[in-house]
Nanobody, 127 residues
Framework: QVQMVESGGGLVQAGGSLRLSCTTS????????MGWFRQAAGKEREGVSC?????????YYTDSVKGRFTISRDNAKNTLYLQMNSLKPEDTAMYYC???????????????????WGQGTQVTVSS
């Protein structure tokens, strides 16, 4: 059974930092592209950042987080990370990690291309 557990969310002031983690089990982690997604109240889920299965491969960032967020993965620990710096109130959302639907494949960072999801961790940025 695949499990994906996000952690590291919380309440932070604008300009602050958080580091999200997604620990996985039951998944051949190093064969799947992974991603971070977020959903703010009343909005659709969006792809924040995604990374190919191989360390040093391709990474994607949505424009609004470029230069502020960094995605990384530790395949030895089956863990995905998102370092978030210079946080803004508009970053407030529930953040989810997810695995791409196919092994050894890359299809971008669209939520409908990912089919294994965690429960999410809330990030709230106060102004």
């Amino acid at each position: 059974q695949v499990q994906m557990v996000e952690s590291g969310g919380g309440l932070v002031q604008a300009g602050g930092s958080l580091r999200l983690s997604c620990t996985t089990s039951g998944l051949t982690f190093d064969t799947y592209a992974m991603g971070w997604f977020r959903q703010a109240a009343g909005k659709e889920r969006e792809g924040v950042s995604c990374i190919t299965w191989n360390n040093g491969g391709y990474t994607y960032y949505t424009d609004s987080v470029k230069g502020r967020f960094t995605i990384s993965r530790d395949n030895a620990k089956n863990t995905l990370y998102l370092q978030m710096n210079s946080l803004k109130p508009e970053d407030t959302a529930m953040y989810y990690c997810a695995a791409f639907r196919y092994r050894f494949s890359w299809g971008g960072c669209r939520p409908n291309e990912y089919n294994t999801w965690g429960q999410g961790t809330q990030v709230t940025v106060s102004s």
